[in-house]
């Protein structure tokens, strides 16, 4: 069991996660015309928050994770919520096949930086994507590794934008922008600390 498959029954009850989710997906729709007619890919959904938020604004949402606790808790949601667009997916792109399926756009909340291979994981992103598609990536900004206190440290410490804007132009991506869309608050020992979450736009070439 995962530390996230531990974590996976208490995951909504925390409000800062609910409000990130809703300001992810509000600033997902300024930044791309989104439609009904368009297939996503949630990679990373957790227990389904931002593809909730968005679930009335695109077509069918193939939800991916490699925790099965939280694909669980997010099949319970989807069954009692009675929607009908959203499919969970148990897929770990470090180690599975690629999907065959092809996606209008990929999306992603505080994923990135739980993924060890970032170059691997961005040309992965590409391959699945329709011409033109979009990728939609919502995560840390760099920061001094106070942000994760518990066991699921093991990650990258954030992002600096203008490396990750290398890294994803040289995965095939271009028109990159950022935009800081959220800020969680956390207690560092005695003192409050912010920390910016960015959404970082690119689209297949």
Same mark, same amino acid.
């Given at each position: 069991?995962?530390?996230?498959?531990? +974590? /996976?029954?208490?995951?909504?009850?925390?409000?800062?996660?609910?409000?990130?989710?809703?300001?992810?997906?509000?600033?997902? +729709?300024?930044?791309?015309?989104?439609?009904?007619?368009?297939?996503?890919?949630?990679?990373?959904?957790?227990?389904?928050?931002?593809?909730? /938020?968005?679930?009335?604004?695109?077509?069918?949402?193939?939800? /991916?994770?490699? *925790?099965?606790? $939280?694909?669980?808790?997010?099949?319970?949601?989807?069954?009692?919520?009675?929607?009908?667009?959203? @499919?969970?997916?148990?897929?770990?792109?470090?180690?599975?096949?690629?999907?065959?399926? +092809?996606?209008?756009?990929?999306?992603? !909340? $505080?994923? !990135?930086?739980?993924?060890?291979?970032?170059?691997?994981?961005?040309?992965?992103?590409?391959?699945? !994507?329709?011409?033109?598609?979009?990728?939609?990536?919502?995560?840390?900004?760099?920061?001094?590794?106070? =942000? @994760?206190?518990? *066991?699921?440290?093991?990650?990258? $410490?954030?992002?600096? +934008?203008?490396?990750?804007? %290398?890294?994803?132009?040289? /995965?095939?991506?271009?028109?990159?922008? =950022?935009?800081?869309?959220?800020?969680?608050?956390? &207690?560092?020992?005695? %003192?409050?600390?912010?920390?910016?979450?960015?959404? $970082?736009?690119?689209? &297949?070439?």
């Amino acid at each position: 069991m995962t530390n996230f498959d531990e +974590r /996976a029954k208490d995951w909504d009850s925390d409000p800062q996660k609910v409000e990130r989710a809703r300001a992810v997906a509000d600033a997902i +729709r300024k930044a791309i015309p989104l439609t009904q007619n368009m297939t996503a890919l949630e990679y990373g959904c957790g227990t389904g928050l931002l593809s909730f /938020a968005l679930q009335s604004d695109v077509g069918q949402i193939t939800l /991916a994770d490699t *925790s099965q606790g $939280m694909l669980d808790v997010l099949g319970e949601k989807i069954a009692s919520s009675g929607v009908t667009n959203m @499919h969970p997916m148990r897929l770990d792109l470090a180690t599975d096949p690629l999907p065959t399926e +092809r996606y209008d756009l990929t999306y992603s !909340l $505080m994923t !990135l930086h739980h993924i060890r291979d970032t170059d691997d994981i961005l040309r992965k992103f590409h391959a699945l !994507l329709e011409p033109t598609g979009y990728l939609l990536a919502a995560d840390l900004d760099k920061e001094d590794g106070t =942000f @994760h206190t518990d *066991s699921s440290a093991d990650v990258h $410490m954030g992002f600096d +934008r203008e490396e990750l804007w %290398k890294k994803v132009e040289s /995965a095939g991506f271009g028109n990159v922008k =950022f935009s800081t869309v959220y800020e969680i608050a956390k &207690k560092i020992g005695n %003192k409050k600390k912010t920390f910016p979450i960015f959404l $970082m736009v690119a689209q &297949k070439h």
